[in-house]
């Protein structure tokens, strides 16, 4: 089962705009990651943010973790024909017992060049 | 030393052939997970590892699935009998320790005939 629902799930937007995406889930956790994944390839760990953290930044990258709402965005500014992947957020429970990492649906984004 | 590797990236069988799927992990990272990956879904958990000794197996679909790390570094996931349902993207990914990032491997397709 997937704990995490990405919003939007597809999402097109011209080069050098900005893109959101949001994530939400259900349960208590320890940190919730973000990854890229381009064409169905290889995940790429983009981003980590702990419970106790609320904004964090990585070059171009913004996430944002809101426990109280039990949601996340992450804001990619400037985006490139190269940011054009699926982007998932996963959260990891193993403070609470559960060492493994639940993956949302994730969110389609396309660059139009 | 790179990142996690996957082997073979590629696995085509017959039903009801026994298949082994290896991992080797980043050098000194103590946490291995295995997930599956379905087509335009996120990856989903099997099983985790902490050295040697397998923590958590709740997410192996059925007995046929088993997975082992005798010395705390590679890992092997077997699945039995195959099945066409078994047909996916098998996913391996390391931690330095729990709670931290989890980088993933490039995966082994694996095609159930």
């Known amino acids: 089962s997937q704990q995490g629902e990405e919003d939007p799930q597809a999402l097109s937007i011209q080069e050098g705009e900005n893109a959101t995406m949001n994530c939400s889930y259900k349960t208590s956790i320890n940190n919730l990651q973000w990854y890229r994944q381009n064409s169905g390839r290889g995940l790429v760990h983009l981003i980590l943010i702990r419970s106790n953290e609320r904004e964090k930044h990585s070059g171009r990258l913004r996430v944002t973790l809101d426990t109280s709402k039990k949601s996340s965005s992450l804001l990619i500014t400037a985006s490139r024909a190269a940011d054009t992947a699926s982007y998932f957020c996963?959260?990891?429970?193993?403070?609470?017992?559960?060492?493994?990492?639940?993956f949302g649906t994730g969110t389609r984004l396309t660059i139009i060049p | 030393g790179a990142g996690v590797s996957q082997s073979p990236r590629y696995k085509v069988t017959k039903r009801g052939q026994d298949v082994a799927l290896r991992c080797d992990p980043i050098s000194g990272h103590v946490s291995l997970y295995w997930y599956r990956q379905a087509l335009g879904q996120g990856p989903e958990f099997l099983t985790y590892?902490?050295?040697?000794?397998?923590?958590?197996k709740s997410g192996l679909p059925n007995d046929r699935f088993s997975a082992e790390r005798p010395e705390g570094s590679i890992s092997t996931l077997t699945i039995q009998r195959t099945e066409q349902r078994d047909s996916a993207m098998y996913r391996c990914a390391s931690s330095l320790d729990r709670g931290r990032e989890q980088f993933f491997g490039p995966g082994t397709r694996l095609t159930v005939l």
């Open positions: 590892f902490n050295y040697e000794a397998q923590q958590d």
């Open positions: 996963a959260t990891d429970e193993s403070n609470f017992g559960n060492e493994k990492l639940t």
